[in-house]
């Protein structure tokens, strides 16, 4: 059974690279999409990006020009960079697994317990 | 950018009850929605994908339905552990945006 854990710090100055990482335990991340998105605290999810193992990304539009998405396929795990943060970027951070069916039908069927990233001085 | 909008946005019922919650996008998506379940503190759960087609393990009790604009989720009795927050999300371009959620309360 798939598990995902993300990690990384759970406080960023702003202005500076929030930096996540996801491992994937019981399974391959290989042939399959990982994506991320957040909550900040009380409101709703907001979806960040995906990648498939080759490499290949797709992120919001709203978050474009901020966020990369790697994946260390030897590791099997998955990245998240979001560059010159704010206080806005504060939420609890998930990963999850993209499952992709006929037809293209994507959803996230499989996703981490997320970790609180607050961004402060 | 698809706009996703959510009715209600919040909704109180009781044990039993039969609940619908709605969900417009602000263009046609043919079938392409998924709807998702959160509790307090917990990663959301996949419900429904391509609009209808039930996730492996999720109750029958749980329904979804639309196209184009218009979707809903129905909870045919509702159960102590469906109280919850339900959101939708497009999936028409790959994955995108959640409709801002709906919560479920107990009346």
């Known amino acids: 059974q798939v598990q995902l854990q993300e990690s990384g710090p759970g406080l960023v100055k702003p202005s500076e690279t929030l930096s996540l990482t996801c491992t994937v335990s019981g399974g391959s991340i290989s042939r399959r999409y990982w994506s991320w998105t957040r909550q900040p605290p009380g409101k709703g999810l907001e979806w960040i990006g995906y990648i498939y193992y080759s490499g290949s990304t797709n992120y919001s539009p709203s978050l474009k020009s901020r966020v990369t998405i790697s994946v260390d396929t030897s590791k099997n795990q998955f990245s998240l960079k979001l560059s010159s943060v704010t206080a806005a970027d504060t939420a609890v951070y998930y990963c999850?697994?993209?499952?992709?069916?006929?037809?293209?039908?994507?959803?996230?069927?499989?996703w981490g317990q997320g970790t609180t990233v607050t961004v402060s001085s | 950018d698809i706009q996703m909008t959510q009715s209600p946005s919040s909704l109180s019922a009781s044990v039993g009850d039969r609940v619908t919650i709605t969900c417009r996008t602000s263009q046609r998506i043919s079938n392409y929605l998924n709807w998702y379940q959160q509790k307090p503190g917990k990663a959301p759960k996949l419900l429904i994908y391509?609009?209808?087609s039930l996730q492996s393990g999720v109750p029958s009790r749980f329904s979804g339905s639309g196209s184009g604009t218009d979707f809903t989720l129905t909870i045919s009795s509702l159960q102590p552990e469906d109280f919850a927050t339900y959101y939708c999300q497009q999936s028409y371009s790959s994955l995108g945006t959640f409709g801002q959620g709906t919560k479920l309360e107990i009346k």
């Open positions: 999850a697994r993209v499952t992709v069916t006929t037809y293209y039908y994507y959803s996230m069927d499989v």
């Open positions: 391509a609009a209808s």
